[in-house]
T-cell receptor, first 115, second 112 residues
């Protein structure tokens, strides 16, 4: 079974530039999450999708961050304009609604450095 | 205040030694608790998951315990190996299945 795929793995941009991250969840997983992980901290939920609908985006800085999951499969997370404090690893995870414990499967992450 | 607190923040041990990591939580009501291992530069990978009715779960050299009354969990690593060097993250789920609270993690370094 293929895992959660993310790209790019690394991205370096200057502040005020824009960046986009892509995630392809495990096939058949209805729930998709984007997390922000700052160095030395645990992941922080940015947005959760159920199929192509948003379940929770309460911690997404909507003035600069946006995410979509068209057709309920792939998802993109965009930051525009980026700030220095956005430097972090952006983790995508997916889970199956058929699995009672809601096990999360994470991708390798996209490391963003904002200069 | 974070609802999931982990200790210690970091730990250095010698190869072959045992160690125990702690997780205290205030999430209520409680559904399940998971321990994840995160290697440097990689995504977290699940080690164990326990519901409120389970008080111990093993995965090879990793043994997790749960005391739902005191809201404490521990992850015990036996006969540590260099490959155990990683961050270990405790995740507690509340009443809603996808309501998950992450701890900040414990950074473990195993030295030869």
């Amino acid at each position: 079974e293929a895992g959660v795929a993310q790209s790019p793995r690394y991205k370096i941009i200057e502040k005020r530039q824009s960046v986009a991250f892509w995630c392809n969840p495990i096939s058949g997983h209805a729930t998709l999450y984007w997390y922000q992980q700052i160095l030395g901290q645990g992941p922080k939920l940015l947005i959760q999708f159920q199929n192509n609908g948003v379940v929770d985006d309460s911690q997404l800085p909507k003035d600069r961050f946006s995410a979509e999951r068209l057709k309920g499969v792939d998802s993109t997370l965009k930051i525009q304009p980026a700030k220095l404090e956005d430097s972090a690893v952006y983790l995508c995870a997916s889970s199956s609604d058929r699995e009672i414990t809601g096990e999360l499967f994470f991708g390798e992450g996209s490391r963003l450095t904002v200069l | 205040k974070n609802q999931v607190e982990q200790s210690p923040q970091s730990l250095i041990i010698l190869e072959g030694k045992n160690c125990t990591l702690q997780c205290n939580y205030t999430v209520s009501p409680f559904s399940n608790l998971r321990w994840y291992k995160q290697d440097t530069g990689r995504g977290p990978v699940s080690l164990t998951i326990m519901t409120f009715s389970e008080n111990t779960k093993s995965n090879g050299r990793y043994t997790a315990t749960l005391d739902a009354d005191t809201k404490q969990s521990s992850l015990h690593i036996t006969a540590s190996q260099l490959s155990d060097s990683a961050s270990y993250i405790c995740v507690v789920s509340g009443s809603r299945r996808n309501d998950m609270r992450f701890g900040a993690g414990t950074r473990l370094t195993v030295k030869p």
